[in-house]
C-alpha cells in the first residue's frame, strides 16, 4: 500500500491516540469524516494498524519486577523453536518473546512479576521445564529510561 501525507499523519495520531473520535481526526488532519474514515479502514485492511489497546502501568498492578531473559536452546530446529514459542505463549508474565542473533542465547524474553519469588516459580516453574532450554540468563531492569511502542511513520518515505 502506498502511503501519502494523510495516512501516515492517521498513523503517527492514531498511535499516540488510539481512542481519539473519527471527526476529531479528520479534523486534525484536514479531511472530511468520510474520507477519513475509509483510509482509517483501508490502513486496517492493509495490516497497517493491527489493533488498538490500552496501556496498562504494570507496578500500578504490583507487578513491579521487569526481568530480560536470555534462552538458549539445544537445537535450532522449527520444531524446537515451535515448541518453545507456544509454551511461553501461555506464561501470562511474558509480555514479549524475541528470537534474537548476535548472543550466546536464542530468545530473549520480557517478563513482568510481583517480586524475586514470583520470578523464581516462574523460572523453576516453567522457563526451565520447556523442552529444549539449556541455558537462562536473567538481568533485572532497574528503570525504565525510554519506552515508546510509536513506530517512527516518517522514516518509511
Known amino acids: 500500500m502506498e502511503l501519502d ?5 492517521i498513523l503517527e495520531i492514531l498511535q499516540r ?4 473520535p473519527n471527526q476529531e481526526l479528520a479534523e486534525r488532519i484536514g ?5 477519513c474514515l475509509r483510509r482509517v479502514r483501508a490502513l486496517e485492511e492493509a495490516g497497517l494498524i493491527s489493533g488498538y489497546r490500552a496501556t496498562v502501568d504494570a507496578r500500578n498492578l504490583g ?25 511461553v505463549g501461555l506464561l501470562p508474565e511474558v509480555l514479549e518473546c524475541l528470537l534474537i542473533t548476535g548472543q550466546e542465547a536464542d530468545y530473549q524474553l520480557k517478563v513482568a512479576v510481583r517480586d ?9 516453574g516453567h522457563l526451565t521445564r520447556i523442552p529444549g532450554v539449556t ?3 536473567s538481568s533485572f531492569v532497574l528503570r525504565s ?3 515508546s511502542a510509536i513506530v517512527p511513520v516518517g522514516l518509511t518515505g
Open 63 to 87: 507487578l513491579t519486577l521487569t526481568a530480560l531473559v536470555h534462552i538458549s536452546m539445544d537445537v535450532h530446529t522449527p520444531e524446537r523453536f515451535a515448541t518453545f514459542e507456544a509454551a
Open 145 to 147: 529510561v525510554l519506552k
Open 5 to 9: 501525507r494523510f495516512d501516515r499523519q
Open 116 to 124: 524475586m519469588d514470583h520470578y523464581q516459580a516462574l523460572l523453576l
Open 17 to 20: 491516540e488510539g481512542r481519539l
Open 31 to 35: 479531511l472530511s469524516p468520510s474520507p
Open 135 to 137: 541455558g537462562v540468563h
